[in-house]
Every structure is written in structure tokens, then in C-alpha cells.
């Protein structure tokens, strides 16, 4: 079977779709929230019981194909992944739960010591979770991860509808900034 490579040009992550299998190093504590839509944008609330209720009219009540819809429950976390930080949203239970197994095993025990691979079924309802040996993070990721977070990484920001990625002013790396200066370095 020839599989196609998943798409990541953004800095956010998806789970695969059907047929396909990503790679990732979990890197940080998720974020846990409920997410609803409107006006095409995400309305999110925290994870708690005060968080989770949405008051009437701040989301839309229907999806694009005119069904009820729900807040869902979600968790997103800082991942490298193909040697880029990035932010992974999972709402699929058959991700999670595997996830929790994994992280709560003896024998694996945090994620962030070992890469995980997710593959999505053929008919794109549920998906495997399968961790590769345990081993250290490449020094390549280690060096970007460290960058990122260096530039002020806030994963929490997705709460407010901030990108996690917005670098303090203070942030000039050259891995993470495209209008860094090479020629110039200095940056003051």
C-alpha cells in the first residue's frame, strides 16, 4: 500500500486522515477545553464545570450542514512533529483514551519519552495508537523545541483565541523568526 504523506503546512496539527499515520513527540501538558464555532471562528471555554457551559447565542447553533451542534470536548498539546513545534487539537476519543492508557502505564509512562504513532482506520472512524520505542528526543527537535520556547510557546493562549506561537518582541531566532536578519544578527 502506497500511503501519501500528511500535509502539515501550518503550525497546527491534525489527526490523520483515513488511511494515513502521523508521527509525534508529545512535549508538553495538554490544554483542556470545550470548543463551539462562531462566525467561522473557535469559541473556546476551559475544561471545568463553570468552563464547559456556553451561554446562549455565543455560538452558532448549527454546523455548515444545518445540524445541531454541541460544544465538543478537547485537548490540544505542544508536539514536535517532522521536525517542527507544533500545536496538536485531538477530539477523537479513540485517540485520547489510548493516549491516557499509554501515559498511565508503568511500562511507558510520560509521554514526552517516547514517539507515538497515530494511524487513522481505512474508513476514517477510529484510529490506532501505537508508541514507537522509547528513546530520546533527535538534538535537531531538542534545539527547535528549546527555540520555540524560548520565543514565549503558550500553549494556554488557544483559551483566548491567541496563537501560541506569538513570539514576545524580545523573540529574534532565526528557526522560528522568517524575518530574522542572518545577515545582521545582532538584535539590538
Known sequence: MAMPKPKTESRYLKAPKPGQAIT???MTDPVEFYEAWKDKKPVRRPATLEGSTFPAGSYDAEDAQGRPQKPRYSMAFGVMHQG????????QRTILDPLYALESNKKWGPLPGYDVVITAADDGKSYTVTPDPKAPLDEN???VWKATLKAEFNLAALLTN???FGYGA???????????????????
Do not use: T
Open 170 to 188: 524580545s523573540s529574534r531566532d532565526p528557526i522560528l523568526d522568517p524575518d530574522f536578519d542572518a545577515d545582521n544578527p545582532i538584535p539590538f
Open 141 to 143: 527537535d531538542a534545539l
Open 162 to 164: 491567541e496563537d501560541p
Open 24 to 26: 509525534v513527540r508529545f
Open 84 to 91: 517542527a513545534a507544533m500545536v496538536f487539537q485531538i477530539k
